[in-house]
């Protein structure tokens, strides 16, 4: 077919045009891509440093040393539902019996329980440990003699000292909690995790005392935590203390539960 030469030369230049625009835009995209590169080289990293809670390996996590504490040959003969329920029914009598170690003053008592709470809430771990003291309020509000000075009822959960035993319930489930994730294997995350405890009750315990005398905020904590910090510290440590030297008998003990 005849073609004009107009035509010949038209095409040249469209294709020169083309070829000029696809090298522009190679280019621009060259830049861009640089530029987008030296703004990440510029950009300087933030990395966040995040308290890592879990102070055992991963096949040891939700291990406790309640755990160890029925033989191997008792827990074999029974189910894990029922071993589970005895040391839960355990952890009910030492809070109970660590109630009845008391000085009886006004509105609150100096008591051993919060030294019972720690300690079911570090050996049980958080289901067991929450099971224990919701089980032990439970009983006493029902009307079993098992707080502190023996007393019992509705009327006492009800009253200025309810909190504290709400309180407990709590507690033990935070501090079995990290028991699970092994603070409880050395004294600094024994005594990190029974501080975080007794902070807990005292958070719910002091309000709930204000609200119930209507006291303000600053005379509920002189009548309901104050007083008790000397006497909760020692409470404190020594139930810390306790849980590195049992897992300390356990690794020497391995083949014995």
């Known amino acids: ?70 033989p191997i040959r008792v827990g074999e003969s029974i189910s894990s539902r029922s071993r589970h329920l005895v040391l839960i029914l355990a952890g009910v009598l030492l809070v109970a019996a660590c109630a009845q170690i008391y000085i009886p003053t006004l509105p609150v008592p100096f008591t051993g329980q919060t030294f019972g709470v720690l300690l079911v809430g570090g050996a049980l771990g958080f289901r067991r440990a929450a099971a224990s003291l919701a089980l032990y309020v439970l009983l006493g509000a029902v009307g079993l003699p098992i707080f502190a000075e023996g007393r019992a009822g509705l009327a006492i959960l009800q009253g200025a000292t309810g909190g ?60 309901g935590m104050t007083p008790f910090l000397a006497w909760d510290a020692v409470k404190l440590v020594a139930a810390a203390a306790i849980f590195p030297v049992a897992w300390w008998i356990v690794g020497r003990r391995p083949n014995e539960r």
Do not use: C, N
């Open 164 to 223: 504290y035993l709400v309180g407990f319930i709590v507690a033990a489930a935070l501090v079995g909690r990290l028991a699970e994730l092994g603070w409880d294997r050395h004294i600094g995350g024994a005594v990190g995790a029974m501080l975080l405890g007794s902070a807990i009750i005292y958070a719910v315990g002091v309000p709930w005392l204000s609200v119930s005398l209507d006291l303000a905020p600053s005379e509920a904590i002189a009548a």
């Open 1 to 70: 077919m005849f073609q004009a030469p107009g035509d010949t030369s038209h095409r040249l230049a469209d294709r020169d045009a083309s070829a000029s625009f696809g090298a522009d835009r190679r280019l621009l995209d060259s830049r861009g891509e640089r530029r987008h590169t030296d703004a990440q080289k510029e950009e300087p990293s933030v990395t966040l440093a995040m308290p890592r809670l879990t102070r055992v390996p991963a096949d040891q996590r939700g291990i406790t040393i309640g755990d160890f504490l029925v």
